[in-house]
């Protein structure tokens, strides 16, 4: 168990969740303020915090509200809140704190017109990074200041000075020789740590974040400015992911900025030709393309193409319509299904929608064959897990096939189990190929196919088996045998 000590106590960390673990976002700890002591004020940037008094006799000061606590009180901080803690008892103020980082990614850009990346971030500026009361500067590729938030803490505004309310010359917001191309951090002369974010579009920076400004309690000095508050190693990790979250909202954002007016120059031009349905369609296996490729927020895309939708309806192209819709239902079902297993009914109606948009880019040359059997369609399964086998066909095995291409489905028992055969005619793998692709599978390397025996393994531990099998005649199968559990069996579906 990890201890840091402070000027006003100490903290007992009992979990820190691991940054490389997307699973992970907890933080638990016993924060001990000593009798006589006070946690200074400070603002909860990046995370909302559920406090639980074990023992002792405290006041919380919330946002300017105090609340008087005793051992058996509930206490919740949600984030952007200044906090402050007051032990008034004769023993230890014990505490359990449970803290979880704020996650950005909510966003109301209907209607907004943003030209350019300092009309972006103005936006987001007003909907998420005010309400945190985060100290945030934000600047464009050539260090032009594009935002500087007035939450700064007032040690900084004591020592560095503002200059009409802002830190122009502070050394910690001027380009440092690192490589600003890379996410690092530093500390200023004055002993605070401030975290450095480029923010990376396509490859190109296009702008930084510095943020930060904290004092932490892990450094292990002496805190001599009572208008400091020691960070906790939880809340700094918390507060670094934070503006990574910014950063890559940013990125989305400008992202769709670009794509919306692409999407408008677009149909300017289609408006112009006679040929209106078929450019339409063509417009539509384009973008339908970058918007496949194009690594941005599912939102973003959802209301991207309901906007082509209604242009597809106004323009009778019933059959780009329903292309649309499928592809909307895609997005629809990614965004809706919060757990991480689902019925095998939902995923392959998920896979056959995908299907229908390659028979759009394949038409006749495409030929889909189902075998399911319904008996099994409530059976559970992890969520996303056959797209990407039926997709690899498109990527590897019809890459270079000439001949009609032809993909079959088919579910079944085999042994107990439920048996899921995805099956096409591209290219013949040789044995020596097979034992490539089987390797890969199982090397966890965290892409392609390993992925989804990744998924498979933590769903079903080793009670499963995912096989490839090639010939000449039945050319490539890839085999899933997976154990029958009910949907209803016990799980938070």
């Not at 510095?210 to 939880?234: C, E, Q, V």
């Not at 918007?291 to 323009?315: D, G, P, R």
């Not at 990744?454 to 085999?479: H, P, R, W, Y």
Request: charged share 25%; net charge negative; with cysteine.
């Amino acid at each position: 168990m990890k201890i840091q000590r402070t000027e006003w106590g100490y903290i007992e960390w009992r979990h820190i969740h691991d940054e490389n673990d997307k699973k992970q976002l907890m933080d638990i700890r016993i924060s001990i303020v000593l009798p006589g002591k006070s946690q200074p004020k400070h603002t909860h940037y990046s995370e909302e915090q559920m406090l639980y008094v074990i023992s002792g006799e405290g006041v919380h000061v919330i946002n300017g509200n105090k609340k008087h606590v005793k051992a058996g009180d509930f206490v919740y901080i949600d984030g952007g809140a200044t906090h402050e803690t007051h032990n008034i008892g004769e023993v230890p103020l014990r505490e359990l704190l449970v803290s979880n980082p704020v996650i950005v990614n909510n966003y109301d850009y209907e209607g907004q017109k943003l030209d350019g990346l300092k009309s972006i971030i103005e936006t987001i500026q007003t909907q998420f990074i005010e309400p945190l009361n985060i100290p945030i500067t934000i600047y464009d590729s050539s260090w032009n200041l594009l935002l500087q938030t007035k939450c700064f803490n007032n040690y900084c505004i004591r020592t560095c000075g503002l200059l009409n309310g802002r830190f122009k010359y502070c050394e910690c917001l001027t380009p440092k020789n690192n490589s600003e191309d890379e996410q690092y951090s530093f500390k200023c002369s004055h002993g605070l740590t401030i975290y450095h974010i480029p923010i990376i579009y396509e490859g190109d920076i296009i702008g930084y974040i510095r943020g930060g400004h904290i004092l932490l309690a892990s450094d292990g000095k002496k805190n001599d400015h009572k208008d400091i508050y020691d960070t906790p190693t939880g809340t700094a990790i918390s507060i670094n992911r934070l503006l990574i979250q910014i950063a890559k909202s940013i990125v989305n954002y400008y992202g769709f900025t670009n794509l919306r007016n692409e999407v408008q120059e677009k149909n300017m031009a289609i408006e112009k030709t006679s040929k209106l349905g078929e450019e339409l369609k063509n417009n539509l296996i384009k973008e339908k393309e970058k918007v496949t490729n194009l690594k941005i927020n599912h939102h973003f895309l959802f209301n991207t193409l309901n906007s082509m939708a209604s242009m597809a309806l106004e323009n009778d192209c019933f059959d780009l319509y329903s292309a649309i819709i499928d592809l909307s239902k895609l997005f629809r079902y990614t965004m809706k299904v919060e757990s991480e297993f689902t019925e095998l009914e939902k995923e392959i109606d998920y896979v056959k929608k995908y299907l229908n948009l390659q028979k759009i880019r394949y038409g006749d040359e495409l030929e889909i064959e189902y075998d399911l059997d319904e008996t099994y369609n409530n059976i559970r399964v992890p969520f996303n897990f056959l797209q990407p086998i039926v997709e690899n066909a498109f990527v590897h095995g019809f890459k270079d096939s000439v001949d009609k291409k032809k993909m079959k489905i088919s579910t079944g028992l085999y042994k107990g189990r439920l048996r899921i055969v995805v099956k096409n005619n591209g290219s013949y793998l040789s044995d020596h190929d097979v034992c490539v692709v089987i390797q890969k599978i199982h090397s966890n390397s965290g892409h392609g196919l390993s992925l989804i025996h990744n998924k498979l393994q933590f769903a079903f531990g080793n009670n499963f088996k995912m096989d490839v099998i090639s010939n000449e005649k039945d050319q490539t199968n890839f085999i899933l045998d997976i154990p029958i559990i009910n949907i209803t069996k016990n799980y938070n579906l």
